[in-house]
């Protein structure tokens, strides 16, 4: 009775709502284990500094469903990437003030 019941435990987890429920489960422990860290500051957890990974792993389930969402993630991840500051490169051309209402435009030889 034993081995049918572990076969029957593997096959509900092999599905896909089992495989929902196991990452809901999973998502609710990660929380939990969140809250617990920044109320008794748990020695093996370190701090949350991105996103959960229980938010990651319910992305994934998702981009299963939605082949949309794969865009979508691979944009999120490639704009945390990549910096957009102004100075990082060459010299400014153009600089515009829209408090003073003045634009300068510089030429390059």
Do not use: C, Y
Request: hydrophobic content about 45%; aromatic content about 8%; proline content about 5%.
């Amino acid at each position: 009775m034993d081995g049918v019941f572990s076969g029957m435990a593997v096959a509900a987890f092999v599905s896909i709502p089992g495989l929902v429920l196991g990452l809901l489960a999973f998502a609710f422990l990660d929380r939990m284990g969140l809250w617990a860290n920044r109320r008794f500051r748990l020695p093996w957890r370190r701090d949350e500094v991105g996103r959960p990974v229980s938010a990651v792993a319910l992305d994934e389930l998702n981009v299963f469903f939605q082949a949309t969402k794969r865009h979508e993630i691979d944009e999120r991840r490639h704009s945390l990437i990549m910096r957009q500051d102004e100075t990082d490169g060459a010299p400014p051309r153009s600089e515009v003030n829209l408090d003073k209402g003045t634009a300068v435009i510089r030429r390059t030889d």
